[in-house]
């Protein structure tokens, strides 16, 4: 069974640009997480979706939104890039019922 | 929230040494989970342990809920043990990292 996939893998863009990364779970596994990694916050939680529907949202600010489709594929979106919002973006699945969750490789982003 | 604790924070072992990585958290949790993040960012899991005892190989894991800890064994560690060590504990989907243990074995 293929593993959680994301893209894309690495990104540059420039300050008050916007980006979409896109994250697509294991087979079967209806919900999707999203985190955060940089140097000085560590691992931060962004948001979960389930069946299309945000399930819970971290402490982000308004600019970073995200959205699931009916094949359970996500896609998170950040508006107006700062230079802070320089970090890895993971993206993890879980099967309904089951709180293990399973990583991608990541998509590293940096903004110049 | 959840605080989370790791410790140590960095840890240098001779190859073939045991080890043992303690987390701690502030609250009661029904997921918790061990993690190596590989040197290109992935984390692989290695357990899945909100409570109890587990064993893979060379690793074993133990979580006392009760007290709020868990514990990472590390036996006869190999250099492709290197790597950083996070704990991830929460209330569902919603994982809080702690720092993480940055281990270093040497051969």
């Known amino acids: 069974k293929a593993g959680v996939t994301q893209t894309p893998r690495y990104l540059i863009k420039t300050r008050g640009q916007q980006v979409t990364l896109s994250c697509s779970p294991i087979s079967g596994h209806r919900s999707v997480s999203w985190y955060q990694q940089t140097p000085g916050q560590g691992l931060q939680f962004l948001f979960e979706y389930f069946s299309e529907t945000q399930r819970n949202k971290g402490n982000f600010p308004g600019r970073f939104s995200g959205r699931q489709f009916s094949n359970s594929r996500s896609e998170m979106n950040v508006s107006t890039l700062e230079l802070g919002d320089s970090a890895l973006y993971l993206c993890?699945?879980?099967?309904?019922?089951?709180?293990?969750?399973?990583f991608g490789p990541g998509t590293r982003l940096t903004v110049t | 929230g959840i605080q989370v604790e790791q410790s140590p924070p960095d840890l240098i072992l001779q190859e073939g040494a045991n080890s043992t990585l303690r987390c701690n958290f502030s609250d009661s949790v029904n997921n918790l989970q061990w993690f190596h993040q590989n040197p290109w960012g992935q984390l692989i899991n290695l357990f899945y342990i909100p409570s109890g005892t587990k064993q893979n190989g060379r690793l074993s894991a133990t979580t006392v809920a009760t007290e709020r800890y868990s514990l990472l064994y590390i036996s006869s560690s190999q250099t492709t043990d290197s790597g950083v060590y996070f704990c991830a504990v929460g209330a569902g989907n919603m994982l809080t990292f702690g720092g993480g243990t940055r281990l270093m074995v040497k051969p």
């Open positions: 993890a699945s879980s099967l309904h019922g089951s709180y293990e969750q399973y």
